[in-house]
């Protein structure tokens, strides 16, 4: 067995103890966070569409290290991305440090992206969507960038696109309150405790009525 085959198979078996130290790292909640958001190979569930990703929200991951800590987000994308990689058979390809970096720069470049979103991306890069990331038996980690790119701009569509929809029914609901508490300028009136006929409507409607009556030299016009 060669040296790439041996860190696989001893990178599959220590991911329990793997996921382990991270709880005991990030706190017991960070346990149900692993159960929130599996790695593709232990997803009971299908993937969500792009746009129910969206709509499903969760926190970015910059809120998820406030939450549990710093680190808790790279950790789980550098087990999502080696994941990832066990799937595509792109693992023993990659080295050690490549997994931390890819990682990284995910989390720095796309710190306001949850983590739905991006399981999103990883399983459609997984369903071959974006290409290979083979450049002849080595991997070109920029490829990853570049699809993740590419990816990013279906989840600016569909969060604007959500955003619209939420501002069309907070509209609609704003018109609805606005039709239930609606009253009569007569109602309004006596709520305030005006007089209607001295409202300001009132007077401007009792001028009007008088200047309808007179003929375009300022004269009362003459009755039938």
Not at 63 to 87: N, P
Not at 194 to 215: A, F, G, Q, T, Y
Request: charge should be positive; proline fraction near 3%.
């Amino acid at each position: 067995m060669n040296n790439s085959n041996e860190l696989s198979t001893r990178s599959t078996q220590s991911l329990p103890d793997e996921y382990q130290k991270a709880i005991a790292e990030f706190g017991s909640r960070y346990a149900l966070f692993l159960n929130k958001y599996p790695t593709l190979q232990k997803r009971i569930s299908s993937v969500p569409t792009v746009y129910d990703s969206v709509k499903n929200g969760g926190l970015s991951f910059v809120e998820i290290d406030k939450y549990f800590k710093d680190g808790a987000s790279e950790w789980w994308i550098k087990t999502m991305v080696i994941d990832l990689f066990m799937v595509i058979g792109a693992f023993d390809a990659t080295t050690p440090y490549q997994f931390k970096a890819i990682a990284q720069r995910i989390r720095q470049e796309y710190y306001h992206v949850s983590p739905g979103e991006l399981t999103r991306f990883f399983y459609e890069f997984s369903m071959g969507e974006y290409g290979e990331i083979y450049v002849g038996r080595t991997v070109n980690p920029q490829k990853l960038f570049i699809a993740l790119e590419r990816y990013m701009c279906k989840v600016y569509e569909k969060r604007a696109e959500i955003e619209s929809q939420k501002n069309v029914l907070r509209q609609k609901k704003a018109d609805e309150e606005a039709r239930r508490n609606a009253v009569s300028y007569e109602e309004y009136c006596r709520l305030k405790g005006i007089d209607i006929k001295k409202s300001p409507l009132e007077v401007l409607n009792r001028k009007l009525e008088r200047e309808s009556k007179r003929d375009k030299d300022g004269r009362r016009k003459q009755a039938g």
